[in-house]
């Protein structure tokens, strides 16, 4: 079901896709779904949750095929223009579920937060490895530029990700060389 859910709320935006639609691609009934979740804010959030995994361990295992730990960090965009190629018509999921459900409360909110606080502390640990003085700050800048390509994506379109992704990889390898301490 959360697999569903992820899918076709990333797919369709959360606004005009109904509990209906998610338990249609799951194949189960809506009562089954309610069952499991009480509400189709809880159903967004266990979507993203979902989706959250399966981003952790694609991420970690591409990432960790870079045997350079200090090309590590700058692999994360290369990541990205994968990602992006493949399946990120619409963006980031989680910034796209905070701004189409301002209303959720915190339960959307919180997994947004959960996401890029995940990705934060990830970035700057692939910069403590890598060398990089004030690897917190610089993992902040990387972490900024990621967003943007979603920002980028959801205004322009599609279309717009390959420029933007080739603009934030040149930006991140200049912050990640002025990041390397002279030797």
Not at 42 to 65: D, F, I, N, T, Y
Not at 71 to 87: G, I, K, M, N, T
């Amino acid at each position: 079901m959360t697999a569903a859910a992820d899918t076709v709320f990333y797919e369709n935006g959360i606004g005009s896709t109904s509990v209906d639609a998610v338990a249609e691609a799951a194949g189960v009934s809506k009562p089954t779904l309610y069952a499991h979740f009480p509400t189709k804010f809880a159903v967004v959030a266990a979507g993203l949750r979902h989706r959250h995994a399966a981003l952790m361990a694609e991420l970690e295992s591409w990432v960790g095929r870079e045997e350079d730990p200090r090309r590590r960090p700058l692999a994360v965009f290369s990541w990205l223009e994968d990602r992006y190629a493949a399946r990120g018509k619409r963006g980031c999921a989680f910034l796209n579920a905070a701004v189409e459900a301002p209303d959720a409360g915190d339960t959307i909110r919180t997994v947004a937060q959960e996401e890029k606080t995940w990705l934060l502390t990830f970035l700057s640990r692939l910069c403590v490895e890598a060398g990089c003085e004030s690897a917190q700050s610089l993992a902040s800048q990387l972490l900024l530029l990621i967003d943007g390509v979603a920002g980028r994506v959801v205004v322009y379109g599609p279309g717009a990700a390959p420029r933007a992704i080739t603009e934030a990889t040149h930006a991140a390898a200049a912050l990640i060389a002025a990041s390397v301490p002279a030797t």
